[in-house]
């Protein structure tokens, strides 16, 4: 799958190195491969298309302690405005136990496909507001995607900033690499490495694809492997899809 046919333009190195040394240096935002979009291989959706996507994140965070698990939810509403560019608006729910699920965020974010040759990067932003009276955060970061017919390379950056009243300004970090395989018509599997914050090692693997024209499905399983990691995560996600594809 090649990337939108559109002149390509150059991405300043030094914004590329900055957004990696954040990303691995500050302490987790959110790195994670969006399957439908992969599946396509592409890291902006076709323009005019629209997709509500729909995600349920469990965390594990010790296997033998289960008053720990957490559960956190996310419906998000993304438009690909033009080849390049796309925005979402959307809500997320605190990360909490299954029986204290709240409302937690409102979500606005874009993603713009700033070089498509020799491989995609687009630089992404997200605005999360809390609807709790909590600190407000941003996510700035990166995607960047190369495409070898069914292979493809995905490399992930993403930088999380937040500030608690009377606290001082947090910054914490995700990195996510690995290769992706496209299957079949319209199915595709991955398996990535995933450093977050804090020492926290993952290894992430990604199921999923088409079922239908409108309809993608995935299933994210996290592995922890270092100490402080949580010992397993899992996310199940539901794409509904409208546009060319």
């Known amino acids: 799958m090649n990337p939108p046919a559109t002149r390509s333009r150059r991405f300043p190195a030094s914004v ?21 979009r992969a599946t396509m291989g592409r890291t902006t959706y076709p323009a005019g298309s629209w997709v509500l996507d729909t995600s349920q994140h469990f965390t594990m965070d010790r296997t033998r302690d289960p008053s720990r698990d957490t559960v956190q939810s996310e419906v998000e509403l ?13 809500l997320q729910t605190l990360e909490s136990r299954r029986d204290q699920v709240q409302l937690g965020r409102g979500i606005a974010g874009f993603r713009y496909l700033a070089v498509t040759a020799p491989l995609q990067i687009a630089p992404v932003a997200e605005y999360r507001p809390s609807l709790r009276r909590r600190a407000d955060e ?35 970090g995700s990195l996510l690499a690995g290769p992706l395989y496209r299957f079949g018509l319209n199915g595709i599997a991955g398996l990535q490495w995933l450093y977050e914050s804090d020492c926290r090692h993952y290894l992430a693997a990604e199921v999923g694809g088409a079922v239908s024209k409108n309809i993608f499905l995935g299933v994210a ?19 509904i899809y409208f546009g060319d594809f």
């Not at 954040?22 to 399957?35: C, E, G, I, N, Q």
């Not at 592995?223 to 199940?236: C, D, K, N, V, Y």
């Open 16 to 36: 590329l190195a900055l957004l990696l040394v954040l990303a691995v240096s500050s302490p987790p935002a959110r790195a994670a491969v969006d399957f439908s």
């Open 78 to 90: 993304e438009h690909g405005q033009t080849e390049r560019f796309s925005w979402s608006v959307g």
């Open 138 to 172: 941003w996510d700035l970061g990166f995607e960047a995607l190369k495409n070898f017919e069914r292979f493809s390379l995905i490399v992930q950056g993403m930088v999380e900033s937040g500030k608690e009243p009377g606290a001082g300004r947090r910054h914490t």
């Open 221 to 239: 399983p996290r592995f922890g492997l270092s100490e402080r990691s949580a010992a397993f995560q899992l996310g199940i996600k539901l794409h």
